[in-house]
């Protein structure tokens, strides 16, 4: 018996289904979950000592690969100090003030310890600010398990098969409207429908149905009746943030949002989110306002200063353009592997992350999301497996490059996509 079966069969005696996150189950896919011993730059190793070339990197925060030596030596020498205070630290304002420099319209942020949390807290702000309760979302797009937003989700949801869960109140989701991504014209009677929409939240790079990225005309028009009607515009980025652009999706396809969530890449592998945007929004929370919102390890120093780090390093002139060059290669590559055996296949990138679809074009929204040939990926992606090339277990969800991705990475995957697809 594997290592890995071991662990899995184990770990199901005392976690659900053997796992603190259901898509790690690979039950999308089929046989024993990889259990991860160690990682370093763009690999990992597993429970067998088996090396992978990872393209999942957490789900995105290891921009910088695994185990940066810069990142874990900033960690451990600020764990020196403590773990944890449940106060103020210095680090906190540090990581507000770079993110209110770089994040178009963020100009006030507050500090959390997940994309969940950022999310839950942005829409209960966005809610108390306009005094209304109606939340806009799109179909496939996921933004984090709070009650409200588990209505045709994405990520996990979509993976198993249930894109609505149990346990939400029908009341709770009545007051949830879901819009197919990517169609103005139905956000357009949406408006002409309701006179209580409090915010309207949506991926502009979504990453939870695989990436499928959103067409300008398509974000303009959402701002466009957001304005008009005061709705809160808000940009869930906790997945594309400093992956598409220096300064997020606002910066790629210049349009203002509102609110903006943030996570995975701005915790550099620790748990850190935040929801940040215009002040006259954010001083609608408590201590300054009537919306609460609190949380004993937000600005956890330990968290920050991986996220702090990690960001410096996401800023320096030509990062983006290095890293999108190379994320480039590899989906270019990968479907001239597949032209070359006759595959139907496809594959995007946006920045740092990419998607790969077993259908002739990529994809522009849900439904056409759930046309790919799901059961050609979960043979593609055991095959890759097999030859050391770790991808999402999913054919829902967006894989990622980082910085210690370099030419012989690519290289050794397209010659096991080769191989793959032949076989």
């Known amino acids: 018996m594997s290592r890995n079966l071991e662990l899995f069969e184990r770990a199901q005696q005392s976690i659900p289904g053997g796992v603190n996150s259901p898509v790690r189950a690979f039950r999308a896919v089929g046989g024993t979950p990889r259990f991860f011993a160690r990682g370093e730059g763009a690999y990992f190793w597993d429970a ?13 925060p290891l921009i910088l690969g695994h185990a940066c030596p810069e990142v874990v030596e900033a960690v451990c020498a600020r764990a020196k100090d403590g773990l944890s205070f449940g106060a103020p630290t210095e680090l906190e304002i540090e990581m507000a ?10 100009e006030l942020v507050r500090l959390v310890s997940s994309g969940t949390e950022a999310t839950m807290s942005a829409l209960r702000l966005a809610r108390g600010y306009t005094g209304r309760h109606r939340i806009i979302k799109f179909e496939g797009c996921y933004h984090g398990h709070a009650d409200s937003l588990l209505v045709k989700a994405g990520s996990g949801a979509l993976t198993l098969g249930q894109p ?11 007051y949830t409207t879901v819009l197919t991504y990517n169609d103005c014209a139905q956000i357009e009677d949406a408006f002409k ?27 303009q028009t959402l701002r466009r009746l957001c304005t008009a ?3 809160v515009l808000i940009f869930d980025e906790v997945m594309c943030g400093f992956r598409v652009h220096p ?18 890449v701005i915790g550099g592998g620790m748990p850190v989110g935040a929801f940040g945007g215009r002040r006259e929004i954010m001083q609608s929370i408590a201590p300054l306002g009537p919306v609460y919102q609190a949380g004993t390890l937000s600005g956890n120093p330990v968290a920050v200063i991986a996220g702090l780090v990690t960001l410096k390093r996401v800023l320096e002139p030509g990062f983006h353009d290095a890293l999108a060059a190379t994320t480039r290669k590899l989906v270019d590559g990968l479907q001239n592997v597949a032209a070359k055996h006759g595959a139907a296949f496809s594959a995007a990138s946006v920045g740092s992350m990419f ?11 849900f439904a056409e999301v759930m046309e790919a040939d799901k059961e050609a990926f979960n043979r593609f992606f055991h095959a890759m497996l097999d030859r050391g090339v770790y991808f999402a277990p999913s054919a829902f969800e967006a894989g990622f490059v980082s910085a210690a991705h370099g030419a012989l990475e690519i290289e050794a995957t397209l010659a096991a996509a080769d191989e793959a697809f032949a076989a």
């Open 355 to 365: 998607g790969i679809y077993f259908r002739a074009a990529p994809p522009a929204s």
């Open 193 to 219: 429908q309701y006179d209580d929409i409090a915010a309207v939240i949506v991926e502009p790079v979504a990453g939870n149905m695989n990436l499928v990225p959103a067409t300008p005309e398509f974000l």
């Open 229 to 231: 009607h005061g709705a």
């Open 247 to 264: 300064r997020g999706a606002q910066g790629l396809y210049e349009v203002d949002a509102d609110l903006v969530t943030l996570g995975k």
């Open 48 to 60: 067998d000592g088996k090396r992978h070339i990872d393209y999942v990197g957490s789900w995105g």
């Open 97 to 106: 003030e770079l993110l209110c420099a770089t994040v178009p319209n963020m």
């Open 164 to 174: 609505s869960s149990g346990g939400v109140p029908p009341e709770v989701a009545g």
